[in-house]
Nanobody, 116 residues
Framework: QVQLVASGGGLVQPGGSLRLSCAAS????????MSWYRQAPGKARELVAQ????????IYSDSVKGRFTISRDNAKNTVYLQMNSLKLEDTAEYYC?????????WGQGTQVTVAS
């Protein structure tokens, strides 16, 4: 049974930090490209960051570049998103995704709310 369990969301003030985790099970984690997406109310889901199977290739959206860091631990079957200098506009439900060719798995979301 494939599972992607995201955690680490919460309420944080502007300028604060959070670290999201996504624990994977039920598939061969180290051959899947891992990504974090987010979706704010009334908006389309957007790619936040993506990391290759070995971690050597990383992509960030322009809106988070320099503030967020994606990483993975293939020994722990987990992908992380370190979010620093959070802004009000980072408020969204955050989802992790695993992709290998035409196979996609999505986790449940974890809510991040940035508010003063």
């Amino acid at each position: 049974q494939v599972q992607l369990v995201a955690s680490g969301g919460g309420l944080v003030q502007p300028g604060g930090s959070l670290r999201l985790s996504c624990a994977a099970s039920g598939f061969t984690f180290n051959i899947y490209i891992m990504s974090w997406y987010r979706q704010a109310p009334g908006k389309a889901r957007e790619l936040v960051a993506q990391i290759s199977t070995g971690g050597g290739s990383i992509i960030y959206s322009d809106s988070v570049k320099g503030r967020f860091t994606i990483s993975r631990d293939n020994a722990k079957n987990t992908v992380y998103l370190q979010m620093n200098s959070l802004k009000l506009e980072d408020t969204a439900e955050y989802y992790c995704r695993a992709r290998n060719g035409g196979t996609n798995y999505w986790g449940q979301g974890t809510q991040v709310t940035v508010a003063s």
